[in-house]
Nanobody, 128 residues
């Protein structure tokens, strides 16, 4: 299992933006399928966005399509995965986790069972 570090959460007003990042110090995230999940109080964990190992395939839950973008970046020979969140709504408030799994090259998933390494979570609160 990887040790994942997710960060970038905070308090933002409705309509604002945040960028979450997911990194690991042990191996390049480029070897893994990466997804972002979120869990609000009293609700089940929900897959938000994922990106395949190739980087060519992405998938989003319907409620965030057109507002959130998942991407990979390669600073200094490591890979960090980002979740850019725009036009945030109060219903986006949740604890956000990144997760790593190993699916086929061009496939990604929003199902928690497909991932076996998880970050500690970063809180996103959207409120005026």
């Amino acid at each position: 299992q990887l040790q994942l570090v997710d960060s970038g959460g905070g308090l933002v007003q409705p309509g604002g933006s945040l960028s979450l990042s997911c990194a690991t110090s042990s191996r390049s995230l480029n070897d893994y399928t990466i997804a972002w999940f979120r869990q609000a109080p009293g609700k089940e964990r929900e897959g938000v966005a994922c990106i395949s190992r190739s980087g060519r395939a992405t998938k989003y839950v319907h409620s965030v399509k057109g507002r959130f973008t998942i991407s990979k970046d390669k600073p200094k020979n490591t890979v960090t995965v980002y979740l850019q969140m725009n036009s945030l709504k109060s219903e986006d408030t949740a604890l956000y986790y990144c997760a790593a799994g190993f699916l086929s090259w061009d496939r990604c998933s929003l199902e928690p069972v497909d991932f076996d390494s998880w970050g500690q979570g970063t809180q996103v609160t959207v409120s005026s």
